[in-house]
């Protein structure tokens, strides 16, 4: 079993985090930067909590331009948010009737860009975000705002935040290979527990038992699929299926370790699988080994996308829908950037990225492959162990 | 073990959630409704997936005045919606490099709208919901919308969503039930596998595992907290901390079933645990008896409240942070309405409800407790077994 990698960050870790975006912040002129949602309060404050799953509550968090991240949050969080890194945390009765929070937010947001002789304000508008409040109190804290400082400018932080996040430091790749080998434990003996004739809903079960076994805290992400030589959905829930002979089978799961997520799949074959499928199987794989030749720091993403994509149209693949050959990954099952023709993110050192080439290799047949790895000045990391290179059946 | 009840439902039962909305809808002369959420996107679709945890791509339905919804989604997702329910699915290649779907939902809602001869667009905008889509592509919408049709209104439909969602069927009470009698029976045997010097995480993992065995399909949410004579904090993960003699534990646990949830906890003590935390389980026990006998149609949330807030008071509670004694429960782990002062929601048959009465009974020590229900014309149907009156201790 790997080594159980430590909870929590050190307190220079967060203070290399606020550095990092404030140096961010000051390109943008930003006096304040507003978060709202789990992963980008839980990465700047430390806060992990699965209470983010009610919607009953907004949680606020207001980063200035110099100083500590201020938590705008319910009475219920303030036990579990403060720490010596999150000292200044106000707080509200709340679900309130009238005012969830919102006037106090406004009063924060104003007061720290005073502070800052700042009138723009940061939050997150782009691609992969939202707000996570209500449209009413969005509107209502912009009026707010507006009332109080008429010349308030509102930017998008996005690529900020972004830019920010995308660079793992040694503790967080730690998190995600412990959890990622913990995950490759457990796919490299499915065969020891999966068996033609179980229901794909007893299947579900056991994996996710398998993996908390292994060490895993949770199995937030568990998908997969099954049909008769080859798959045509590889996002959908057990529905009482039964697993048998000719069946290809695709688990792929989202396991965390401290709010740190792997993300990677494997194929399986039952009885007779057909050279198709098996064909499709080896093309995804080296598919993914171009990818990793290709994924060295100073090529972009859609380079890396090319390389495999080119691997995959030799071998005849009909088109995909899955839209993309892998994203970053950390905090969330997936984060930016993504693997597209069109995505000119540069790859550097420190970037935890999945590969995640799939074909459409016969109608209505799909393969999907992934891998994890971390972006290394000689070329990747695995953090997932390597799949074999052959489709595995059981007879 | 409790029977498991069929997954899925039948197509009349979304044809009952679409009249229902469609009634709505025609009190605010709603043209188009537009849902953006994984909770609404099932409610009204039955699309079921954890993709959702994926922040890449947004997801939309629009109902329409009359006929049936329309996806609006990425085409990875195509297979997994279509039923016969939902047969008009519009897809695009996601994610995209300028256009994540923004034009394509524009075009049909503009669709729908000029089809019912309407200018008036329902989207979420209160208490407890948010726009799962990035601001810059809300503002594009809407841009796009208000140029097509000038006349553009734009309501609040969260009222009429949550109106219909609240009345649960019995079909999804059945899916509750199944899942809170599970977890029931893990919670009634925490003795046989938690003990004094196992660490919070292995207790966690533990009970996670039990909880699979015992039938659900997930562990969705899992948070707890131990102290000595008494816990401070109800919403964090494990920590590491070992369990000892004298700790009072909460675990509160939100497990689901074919996309439904329980949400209850219980409380145990190890070894000496003194009467202050006893006549405080005591308290909330008996606070919680109060809301049963309060909880029958007719009656508001506010005086479900009052019962419950009455005998906690007469306990001597300092007061509570958690914001309200209880609330909604179905395909989210927290759900409206709430059980608070200011609640004046009415009662009605079919509403699936927690009770959850909590007190500060020291400084720093907190009690909460939580039961599910649903409301029925001679009074609450218990779906969680009431826990035991006395706080239960393991010497």
């Known amino acids: 079993m790997p080594k159980v990698p430590s909870r929590g960050f050190s307190g220079s870790e967060f203070a290399a985090r606020l550095r990092a975006i404030q140096a961010q912040m000051e390109t943008q002129s930003l006096g304040a930067l507003l978060l709202t949602t ?3 309060i839980f990465y700047f404050s430390g806060f992990l909590s699965q209470f ?18 201020i938590g705008v949050i319910p009475e219920i969080g303030v036990n579990a948010m403060t720490s010596e890194f999150m000292t200044d945390i106000r707080s509200w009765p709340s679900p ?13 947001v104003l007061e720290v860009l005073a502070q800052s002789q700042s009138c723009t304000l940061g939050i997150n508008k782009g691609r ?38 995308m660079l793992k430091s040694e503790a967080e790749i730690d998190k995600i290979r412990y959890v990622a080998q913990c995950v490759s434990d457990v796919f490299e003996r499915l065969f020891t527990f999966a068996e033609v004739g179980m229901s794909d809903a007893d299947l579900f079960r056991r994996f996710t038992i398998e993996c ?11 998908v997969g699929g099954a049909g008769q030589q080859g798959y045509d959905d590889i996002i959908s829930p057990p529905s009482g299926r039964r697993l048998s002979a000719e069946d290809v089978l695709i688990f792929d799961t989202g396991c965390t370790f401290d709010g740190y997520f792997c993300d990677f799949d494997r194929n399986y074959g039952f009885g007779g699988v057909n050279d ?14 171009a990818g990793l030749k290709a994924a060295v720091p100073g090529n972009t993403c859609a380079q890396v996308f090319s390389a ?19 994203h970053g990954l950390g905090i969330q099952l997936t984060e930016p950037p993504s693997l597209t023709p069109w995505e000119n993110t540069i790859l550097r050192e420190g970037m935890v990225m999945t590969l995640e080439p799939g074909m459409v290799y016969a109608p209505g047949k799909m ?7 971390v972006i290394r000045a000689e070329g990747p990391e695995l953090l997932s162990r390597r799949a074999p290179p052959e489709l595995p059946v059981k007879w």
């Open 38 to 40: 789990e992963s980008d």
């Open 212 to 222: 908390l076994h292994a060490g895993v805290d949770t199995v937030s992400y568990l």
């Open 96 to 108: 309130h009737a009238t005012d969830d929070g919102v006037s106090l937010l406004a009063e924060t």
């Open 52 to 69: 983010w799953q009610s919607p009953t509550r907004p949680w606020f968090v207001v980063i200035p331009a110099s100083g500590l991240p």
């Open 128 to 165: 992969e975000t939202h707000i996570r409040m209500p449209l009413n109190d969005v509107e209502s804290l912009m009026a707010r705002l507006r009332s109080g400082m008429p010349d308030l400018a509102v930017l998008d932080a996005t690529p900020a935040i972004q830019a920010v996040r």
């Open 367 to 373: 393969m999907v492959h992934e891998e994890n790895v």
């Open 308 to 326: 495999m994509h080119e691997v995959l149209l030799n071998a005849g693949a009909m088109g995909e829908t899955v839209g993309r050959y892998g």
């Open 276 to 289: 198709l499928a098996k064909k499709a199987h080896d093309s995804v794989w080296q598919a993914t080994e």
